[in-house]
T-cell receptor, first 113, second 116 residues
Framework: GNSVTQMEGPVTLSEEAFLTINCTYT??????LFWYVQYPGEGLQLLLK?????DKGSNKGFEATYRKETTSFHLEKGSVQVSDSAVYFC????????????FGPGTRLSVLP | GAGVSQTPSNKVTEKGKYVELRCDPI?????LYWYRQSLGQGPEFLIY????????DSGLPNDRFFAVRPEGSVSTLKIQRTERGDSAVYLC??????????????FGPGTRLTVL
């Protein structure tokens, strides 16, 4: 079945540091890929998405590129801020009729001033 | 506009009791999803509705769990004979419809269920 693996946290960075959170997936067909973010005390929010190979999703300075050859969708940001502290979830939506989502376990990011 | 709402926000019950959790999706969204999120883990898929019908219920853990969406809008997740292991945050999400162009899901705040 479909699955998502992402780097384990927690990740602690200083403000303005470069961020990478790795995500790899296993899926049949051509899934859509997503990064969701959960800020403290808030619900899950979509951060960015990509629906086909080589697409780049971007939002709020975050980027991720859908790499079919390496089955990866790594999240990057050039300069993190304290307000980016949150839990980040990589997810995929299968291309089969189920349309269910498979989430990774989440990576907790803490950014220190 | 209004987002996905879930009630109650918190539910405490005793082992063996029956509980119902409600989800109000975004108006016009035809797809509705239920997930369960345990502490420190990602959401785990339970069931997906397209309209009134359950298009995929493969994530329901056993026959104590059941969900309905009789009019294609509000959905209720029902758990019979609750067990302590059912304690988790239950998330609901909706999306405009099926297919890659519409599969962005909008999540509600969740219902935290505690089974004593």
């Amino acid at each position: 079945g479909n699955s998502v693996t992402q780097m384990e946290g927690p990740v602690t960075l200083s403000e303005e540091a470069f961020l990478t959170i790795n995500c790899t997936y296993t899926a049949t067909g051509y899934p859509s890929l997503f990064w969701y973010v959960q800020y403290p005390g808030e619900g899950l929010q979509l951060l960015l998405k990509a629906t086909k190979a080589d697409d780049k999703g971007s939002n709020k300075g975050f980027e991720a590129t859908y790499r079919k050859e390496t089955t990866s969708f790594h999240l990057e940001k050039g300069s993190v801020q304290v307000s980016d502290s949150a839990v980040y979830f990589c997810a995929l939506s299968g291309s089969t009729s189920g349309q269910n989502f498979v989430f990774g376990p989440g990576t907790r990011l803490s950014v220190l001033p | 506009g209004a987002g996905v709402s879930q009630t109650p926000s918190n539910k405490v019950t005793e082992k063996g009791k029956y509980v119902e959790l409600r989800c109000d999706p975004i108006s016009g969204h035809t797809a509705l999803y239920w997930y369960r999120q345990s502490l420190g883990q990602g959401p785990e898929f339970l069931i997906y509705f397209q309209g009134t019908g359950a298009a995929d219920d493969s994530g329901l853990p056993n026959d104590r769990f059941f969900a309905v969406r009789p009019e294609g809008s509000v959905s209720t997740l029902k758990i019979q004979r609750t067990e302590r292991g059912d304690s988790a945050v239950y998330l609901c999400a909706s999306s405009p419809g099926p297919g890659p162009s519409y599969n962005e899901q909008f999540f509600g705040p969740g219902t935290r269920l505690t089974v004593l």
